[in-house]
């Protein structure tokens, strides 16, 4: 429950540093948990029930702690896709011989500031946690770290690790590919991945910046989620397996042809389709892992996945003085603009996240779509633990 524990400190500190008033406006639009029929789940519980499954599979405590870490902290900050929702997929890898739970990451080659890391198949969670702080010791050092992984799994959010940086006082930036699921600008079929990208950065008084992304319109969990709640998704987020954009999240999931960020052409889908392309010189050229349309697809259980990673830090302290305490008044100018909509008032890069975690705290938890809950009573029943507890 590290990160939790972290991300709670944040707040808190955030909280504390603003001024009172400013915090009422970002309140207006308060972003709630799940707001369904079913018991909260206690973060402790969610956390206790994935290492539990984790364990039952072979994973060693101190790393199934570590994903558990991961996907609460993705749950906890309402990024619902990436959380509880990818237990099933970890523990069939394990199960399917696919990832290698024991494994743990080494480095191939390193300067001061660079290191090349393999995976060995690991955990992702593992592996950008070790990489991350591989790549903070090396900005502690020398002023930046960039640390660039291969043979490496689904690392949950990439917010995660630029959480880490912060924690740390530094800049933090992640990248990762994934198996090919956007159409390109102009394709039919996919040959990229939602190929996701991060920057935390710490301002004073404990606030922060904490940008987390797809270059897809959306990331595939999101569909996915849309289909367990049997949802239609908007327009702009997928097609079909003929090209056309489609709203069904099943024939989107089928399909696996996301759209880039901006949607179609005329909307600047395009510059998605780049931001998608520089992740992948990022992770898989860079790192010599499996790239593109040669990434296993989504889904597919026979063969290894094979994903590059790329992982940055900066020290601040080495320019201009006073980086926190600029960024901290931009952020400030940022939401006390007057919003066109009275009722949405402006927000920067991660106070959606902070504003879902407030309100997780004082509902005691999260909840989770009837759909998850019963693929976790069939994960509790198949691995023998202890099932979830609602509070």
């Known amino acids: 429950m590290t990160s939790i524990a972290r991300s709670v400190s944040l707040f808190k500190r955030f909280q504390i540093a603003r001024d009172v008033q400013l915090i009422s406006i970002i309140r207006k639009m308060s972003t709630k948990i799940l707001d369904i029929d079913t018991p909260i789940v206690p973060l402790t519980d969610a956390h206790r029930f994935i290492s539990d499954c984790m364990v039952a599979v072979g994973t060693p405590k101190k790393y199934a702690d570590i994903l558990a870490d991961n996907l609460t902290a993705a749950d906890y900050r309402g990024h619902y896709s990436h959380g509880m929702n990818r237990l099933d997929m970890y523990v069939r890898d394990v199960q ?4 290698d739970c024991k494994a743990t990451p080494s480095v191939i080659k390193e300067t001061p500031a660079t290191a090349w890391v393999t995976g060995n198949n690991g955990l992702g ?11 903070i010791k090396k900005a502690k050092s020398v002023g930046i770290g ?3 992984a291969k043979e490496s799994n689904h690392y949950g959010i990439a917010g995660k690790y630029s959480l880490q940086a912060i924690d740390q006082g530094v800049l933090g930036m992640s990248f990762t590919n994934t198996s090919p699921l956007m159409a390109p600008t102009r ?4 040959a990229l991945g939602t190929n996701p990208l991060s920057l935390g950065a710490p301002a004073a008084g404990g606030d922060s910046f904490v940008l987390d992304m797809a270059t897809t319109a959306v990331a595939v969990g999101k569909i996915e989620f849309q289909k367990r ?3 239609p998704i908007p327009e702009g987020w997928a097609q079909d397996a ?15 042809r996301l759209m880039p960020l901006g949607g179609s052409e005329i909307n600047s889908g395009y510059k ?5 392309a520089l992740v992948e010189i990022f992770c898989g050229m860079l790192g010599g892992s499996a790239y593109g349309p040669n990434i296993r697809k989504w889904g597919d259980s026979s063969k290894k996945a094979d994903l590059g990673q790329c992982f940055i830090a900066i020290d601040p302290e080495c320019f201009a003085p006073g980086f926190q305490g600029r960024l901290g008044d931009l952020l400030c100018t940022l939401r006390s ?25 004082r509902a005691g938890g999260v909840r989770y779509v009837e759909d998850q809950l019963n693929t976790c009573r069939e994960l509790a029943k198949k691995l023998h633990v202890k099932p979830l507890v609602p509070a």
Do not use: N, W
């Open 272 to 276: 998605g389709y780049g931001l998608a």
């Open 337 to 361: 603009m007057q919003p066109a909509d009275p009722a949405k008032p402006v927000l920067v890069a991660g106070d959606p996240e902070r504003l879902h975690m407030e309100d997780a705290d």
């Open 187 to 190: 394709a039919k079929g996919s």
């Open 242 to 256: 003929h090209g056309k954009i489609t709203t069904d999240p099943s024939v989107a999931y089928d399909a696996k």
């Open 146 to 148: 960039m640390v660039v």
């Open 229 to 231: 709640k049997g949802q």
């Open 125 to 135: 969670a593992v592996v950008g946690e070790f990489c991350m702080e591989l790549a």
């Open 96 to 99: 399917g011989g696919l990832c």
